[in-house]
């Protein structure tokens, strides 16, 4: 099939070597370019969307303001201010009005913060309190609150001393840690803990009222009591059970990533869920929010033992077709857009969306969609005025909802068939449009042994920008990413066979785009706003139809060594392709120079990739020094190449979009491969996830395969498989490459290489 749509493609886009294929000499020939001349792509239809407009965007509230890897927003208590805390460890204020041009530097701890949240007298005592991580050294349970004191809270700047700590409670970490801090208005302090026990609560600790994880915890910071720095307050609902920690408030949590209180005192939560749901719960003293019996309202460990009262339900659940990683926020009271008065504004951290719901006091009476970003959204916050905030992690930005512009785009006029779209003059064979150019990659995403064929469109006589600079400012974890115009269309087609090892027995399944799309006013988050889509197709192999918002589920038999096993394949959702073709990997993840610099066949023309689209004009400007010149990543499938670059390049290539600074992964280390291992924070890390019953398990064990997680999780199926998303299917293949390479990391030179192919200096 490869070899057709090469040669149909040849008299599609012009390529050299036409004349030598017609003279009958099929052996491919190298030219130093694989395409005579740049042939404008025109007929394409892919334009607009098919889903209907949201009725809000983002909008940057504080457009001069920019904040290092924010986690917290909150209202400086008697002042018109509110304060950032950034993950490192700084809290910094500003004035809340839209032309603020600065903020201040209250207070830097110097380590890692999660939860902020002031004292209701802070404008007379200066009190704010902090949840931490310190190092195991000075305390083994690892989380922490602390008070600090601002010695001048009615005068600014605010400042506090980060030697006036003072430490009020404390409980383990492992995992998911919890943090979010708020005061109630009862005047106590409530705190999320979070399981503490890594994938699927190994340690079983949400049910269990014995220990202070998997819960909401509620203390009395004005006074202390028995030998503690805080007090229990009296009605709390476990005081008097038996072995109970009496500070719990709720418990049955996995991790609840940010609660509010509204003003009527209503306690919101935000629950990360784990396989299939992201759950948003309204909080009662004393309720079981089922953890790790149910999943939401779904059973996840049945036979688990349960605690003393009722599992309690959601007030609404997202399937992680919708949501991944949920982020409570807060009910709106601000007039500024009235028909949001009254809406739980929360949001979403991996898709960035947002959207809101209201409640009667009885059940949901509303529950839609308000804004699609492309957002880190990883906190809300709310001013004096009822105002919501949420907070970008990664951009470093304030951001608020406005109404949404009018759009004239109509839904109507989306392709819903992929012979509709006009990137192919014959959808059945597969044939490129003119102007449609085929693409490879030097280091594949594995997909469950699907074949994939690629397609690069750019409309008319646009140009990409050509990004000169491998690392910007050597900054760990980051990488280049070409610029694209709008409405290019990335495309890629996945295809089984159904008996591996003939290709007669090959059935597509599903062609993907990734549409570049100008999104008016969104001009202040830059130019990279992709969206996907996938086209299902048929079971007579001559069009895809467009899938709906949702994901799909399909099983196939496929037959190999005469035997037959089932497998499923997921056409993901529009969500799910956020997941990965996400800010932080540059969207688009193999359209780029380390991927792309790599000799392609363009039907009996072999010539490499870079340097064709710099011979037709393909770039903005002309690239400064030939291909050779640039680093590129090694093909893990050849056996010929260096094992530890086809190590490093498969990390690369199938895990750094999520492990990567802003990439989404729970774990903090990086896998992109111009890092040298050293860098990554891998090398004999401790698992923060669990450790699946592995002995002196780390991420990488130098030497030692047994011991290294990010083996054994690639061997996995079902809970605590790696990757995570999009793969029910081990690569065998893969797991015997990195086991020997993971052989060889005890050498001190491995170590400190990189796993991309230098270019020539």
């Not at 003279?23 to 209907?52: C, E, I, Y």
């Not at 801090?181 to 399981?195: C, M, N, R």
């Not at 120079?593 to 037709?616: K, P, S």
């Amino acid at each position: 099939m490869g070899n057709r749509i090469g040669a149909l493609g040849t008299i599609a886009i012009g390529l050299l070597g036409l004349a030598a294929a017609n003279g009958g000499d099929t052996a491919p020939k190298r030219r130093a370019s694989g395409l005579d001349k740049r042939v404008p792509w025109t007929s394409s239809r892919v334009h607009g969307t098919p889903d209907p407009a949201p009725p809000f965007r983002a909008q940057n509230a504080f457009p001069k303001l920019r904040f290092h890897e924010p986690l917290v927003l909150a209202q400086v208590p008697g002042l018109p201010r509110l304060a950032v805390a950034e993950r490192p460890g700084r809290v910094l204020t500003f004035d809340n009005r839209r032309d603020v041009a600065a903020a201040e530097l209250m207070l830097d701890i110097k380590r890692p913060v999660y939860g902020m949240a002031f004292h209701p007298q802070f404008a007379t005592n200066g009190y704010l309190y902090l949840t931490s991580i310190v190092d195991p050294a000075e305390s083994p349970r690892g989380s922490r609150i602390s008070r600090f004191t601002v010695s001048r809270p009615d005068q600014l700047p605010l400042q506090a001393d980060a030697g006036s700590e003072k430490v009020i409670f404390e409980w383990p970490s492992g995992g998911h840690n919890g943090g979010c801090l708020q005061f109630g208005p009862d005047g106590f302090l409530y705190l999320a803990t979070g399981d503490g026990s890594g994938i699927a609560d190994q340690l079983e600790t949400g049910q269990d009222l014995t220990d202070l994880l998997g819960a909401i915890v509620r203390i009395d910071v004005d006074r202390p009591a028995g030998g503690r720095d805080y007090g229990i307050p009296a009605d709390n609902p476990f005081v008097d059970l038996a072995r109970a920690r009496p500070e719990i408030y709720s418990y049955g949590h996995r991790q609840v990533w940010r609660f509010s209180f509204d003003r009527q005192g209503r306690l919101w939560a935000g629950e990360v869920g784990q396989d299939l749901w992201e759950m948003i719960y309204l909080v009662q003293k004393g309720g079981n929010y089922g953890w790790s019996v149910q999943e939401g309202a779904h059973p996840f460990r049945p036979e688990r033992k349960r605690g003393p009262t009722p599992i309690l339900t959601p007030l609404v659940e997202h399937p992680h077709s919708d949501f991944r990683s949920i982020t409570g926020g807060y009910v709106t009271e601000s007039m500024r857009i009235p028909e949001l008065r009254g809406t739980y504004i929360y949001g979403d951290y991996d898709t960035g969306r947002i959207w809101g719901l209201k409640y009667d006091g009885k059940s949901v009476s509303e529950h839609r969609e308000l804004e699609d970003t492309q957002l880190r959204v990883v906190a809300f916050g709310q001013d004096a005025a009822g105002e919501v905030f949420f907070v970008d992690f990664a951009g470093g930005g304030i951001h608020w909802l406005v109404p949404a512009p009018p759009t004239v785009e109509s839904t109507d006029d989306f392709p819903r068939k992929l012979s509709q779209t006009g990137l192919f003059s014959s959808t059945r064979d597969l044939t490129p449009a003119s102007g449609v150019i085929p693409y490879s990659v030097n280091s594949e995403l594995w997909s469950d042994g699907a074949i994939k064929e690629r397609y690069l469109a750019v409309p008319g006589d646009e140009k990409i920008e050509f990004d000169t600079v491998l690392y910007p400012n050597g900054a760990p974890g980051a990488e280049p990413g070409w610029r694209f115009p709008h409405d290019t269309v990335l495309v890629k087609t996945f295809s089984l066979e159904l008996e591996p090892g003939k290709p007669e027995s090959r059935r597509r399944l599903e062609t993907r785009l990734l549409h570049h799309k100008h999104m008016p006013g969104t001009e202040e988050y830059g130019d990279q706003y992709w969206l996907g889509y996938t086209y299902v197709w048929n079971d007579e192999q001559t069009d895809a139809e467009l899938l709906g918002p949702q994901g799909l589920d399909r099983k196939f038999t496929i037959r190999e060594r005469g035997a037959s096993r089932e497998q499923t394949w997921h056409f993901p959702s529009r969500a799910e392709c956020t997941l990965c073709h996400t800010m932080a990997a540059k969207y688009a993840l193999g359209v780029n120079t380390l991927q792309m610099n790599r000799d392609h066949n363009y039907g009996g023309v072999v010539a490499n990739q870079l340097e064709t689209l710099n011979h037709i004009g393909m770039f903005t400007e002309p690239m400064p020094k030939p291909a050779s010149n640039y680093p590129r990543l090694a093909d893990y499938r050849d056996a010929s190449q260096d094992l530890h670059l086809r190590a490093r390049s498969y990390l690369h290539s199938n895990c750094s979009h999520c492990h990567r600074k802003w990439g989404g992964g729970n774990a903090d280390f990086i896998l992109l491969a111009s890092l040298s291992l050293k860098e990554t924070g891998i090398l004999g890390t401790r698992a923060g996830q669990g450790t699946f019953d592995i002995p002196e398990a780390r991420i990488l064990q130098p030497g030692r395969p047994d011991r290294s997680l990010i083996l054994a999780r690639m061997g996995k199926l079902g809970l605590g498989r790696m990757p995570h998303v999009a793969s029910t299917v081990v690569d065998n293949d893969a797991l015997q490459l990195l086991e020997a390479w993971i052989r060889a990391t005890h050498s001190a030179e491995v170590r400190e290489r990189t796993g991309v192919i230098p270019g020539q200096p």
